[in-house]
T-cell receptor, first 117, second 112 residues
Framework: GAGVSQSPSNKVTEKGKDVELRCDPISGHTALYWYRQSLGQGLEFLIYFQGNSAPDKSGLPSDRFSAERTGGSVSTLTIQRTQQEDSAVYLC???????????????FGSGTQLSVL | SQQGEEDPQALSIQEGENATMNCSYKTSINNLQWYRQNSGRGLVHLILIRSNEREKHSGRLRVTLDTSKKSSSLLITASRAADTASYFCATDAWNQGGKLIFGQGTELSVKP
């Protein structure tokens, strides 16, 4: 597609339920990032996929969070046993190579607003 | 912890005035980028400055980088109401494995 697509745009769930958030990066982009943004706060890095390399999971806040990227394209962020503190906007971004030193810019989706009641 | 810290956290100015936002970081960087976010959703890339550059311009935007002070500033000249948004710096550092780390952002309000 023309841009990064995230779905759903809004998700309301009950505490303790599992949720899956989806990200479709720009076609051909090898790097994919997930960030979390709590209300009025900055972006918190969660996980980074680059090509076929092992993902950088250093930002995942707990083992309730996991992410996959199938076929080097679509990614799913899964949050198990959701808690109220998981409420936030979850942003996905992609870039062409993701090697950092090339100074690539990230292209962001519009995010998924997750509300845990 | 986050690499970049921005100040001020919030800035309110009148249309036509200039807006300056600052970003400080902790470790040596490859480059620093500025992004804009409207309404708490997706971010849009504004400008990138490399570690060997000191100043860069793009339209009404001017970015400076002082690697000795580990700081950068974003200047928006002749601001417009449409510039109202949150602005974030993001650093790409040698020890970050290729990922960008974002600061907390500056919320800019431009009053007509």
């Amino acid at each position: 597609g023309a841009g990064v697509s995230q779905s759903p745009s809004n998700k309301v769930t009950e505490k303790g339920k599992d949720v899956e958030l989806r990200c479709d990066p720009i076609s051909g982009h090898t790097a994919l990032y997930w960030y979390r943004q709590s209300l009025g706060q900055g972006l918190e890095f969660l996980i980074y996929f680059q090509g076929n390399s092992a993902p950088d999971k250093s930002g995942l806040p707990s083992d309730r969070f996991s992410a996959e990227r199938t076929g080097g394209s679509v990614s799913t962020l899964t949050i198990q046993r959701t808690q109220q503190e998981d409420s936030a906007v979850y942003l996905c971004a992609s870039s062409l190579y993701g090697r950092g030193t090339s100074g690539e810019k990230l292209f962001f989706g519009s995010g998924t607003q997750l509300s845990v009641l | 912890s986050q690499q970049g810290e921005e100040d001020p956290q919030a800035l309110s100015i009148q249309e036509g005035e200039n807006a300056t936002m600052n970003c400080s970081y902790k470790t040596s960087i490859n480059n620093l980028q500025w992004y804009r976010q409207n309404s708490g959703r997706g971010l849009v890339h504004l400008i990138l400055i490399r570690s060997n550059e000191r100043e860069k311009h793009s339209g009404r935007l001017r970015v400076t980088l002082d690697t000795s002070k580990k700081s950068s500033s974003l200047l928006i000249t002749a601001s417009r109401a449409a510039d109202t948004a949150s602005y974030f710096c993001a650093t790409d550092a040698w020890n970050q494995g290729g990922k960008l780390i974002f600061g907390q952002g500056t919320e800019l309000s431009v009053k007509p």
